[in-house]
């Protein structure tokens, strides 16, 4: 149960109002069990509830720590015995109930209205240089020999590491970084993600509650947009560079010494291995699994795992040498 910095946690809330704030039936010697929080699979613990839509996620759904799983019925062979299941129609859309439960304000990136201009927080950084009109929250961590440059607005509990280069016209909110970070000018950092739930009256927002992580090395290119995870969290590796451009969606996990050209989009919840090389205006499908040493063609879409140590091209994207037959049969 992580402690979450950036945003107001209610609760706890007893099972029973959570069974009913979802429609879901629930046996007497269960309704006291309080819960406290509303977490991923392998982030919770035994006083938390997560949710389970698809069997992709079994290896972690299988050693969950959660007291009570949203899911459904056919899912239920995936999860502890001792888990209690609390079976819906649609699952994401409790699990979106649920979250609202215990992070109401999440629903909306509201400005941050706690800013300070930086020339009246000199002191607090003395080691750090500003640029004109650089804006900070509060509880705002910066470590010396970091430069931030103008017109940054750097929103309350946001850590930044030492030397490291924040650009002109940044945006950062929910995020923590780490040493020797660079992120060039424009780039928003920890905004909410596109996560929505559609239903036939109206589109119902999900609540986005997770944090960017970059660890040291980072570089990110002018303009890029890092959207913050819903539960878990958006990581980009130690040593990783992305280009200008670049778009990374919620619960994005991009390992070690990547390299990503310029215009690609990476879709919500999926993993990419270490040293990985995509080429520029490619696309990475939600929810899949890129292995280590894999290189990506310039404007390939992936809409498939990709085994260690592959090379792979086109729409969709196939092995290489598949890839240059397929042009010479044409």
Known sequence: MPKNQFYEKKGPFPLIDIAKAIGCELSLNK?????????????????????????????????????????????????????????????????????KLFYPSADFDIPDD?????????????????????????????????????????????????????????????SLISNDVHIQDGVKLGIKGFGFIPMKEKNIKSPHVGKVILHEGVEIGANSTIDRGSLADTIIGKNTFLDNQV???????????????????????????????????????????VGNNVKIGGGSGVINDIKDNQQVMGYPAVPLKEFIKQRKNK
Not at 53 to 75: F, P
């Open 31 to 99: 309704k006291n069990i309080e819960i406290y929080g509303f977490e991923s699979l392998d982030n919770s613990s035994k006083n938390d509830v997560t949710f389970l839509n698809s069997s992709k996620y079994k290896d972690l759904s299988l050693k969950t720590k959660a007291v009570a799983c949203i899911t459904s019925s056919n899912l239920f062979k995936f999860l502890p015995n001792e888990c209690i299941k609390l079976n819906v129609k649609n699952t994401l859309f409790a699990a979106t109930q649920v979250s």
């Open 114 to 174: 706690k800013l300070v201009s930086a020339d009246k927080l000199k002191n607090l950084y003395p080691n750090v240089k500003f640029g004109y009109n650089v804006l900070i929250g509060k509880n705002v961590i910066i470590k010396k020999n970091t430069s931030v440059g103008s017109n940054t607005i750097l929103e309350s509990n946001i850590s930044i590491g030492e030397n490291c280069v924040i650009g002109s016209f940044v945006l950062i909110r929910n």
């Open 247 to 289: 778009h990374v969606a919620h619960n994005v996990k991009i390992g070690k010494n990547c390299m990503i050209a310029g215009q690609v989009g990476f879709a919500g919840s999926s993993a990419i291995g270490d040293n990985v090389v995509i080429g520029g205006q490619s696309g990475i499908s939600g929810h899949l699994k």
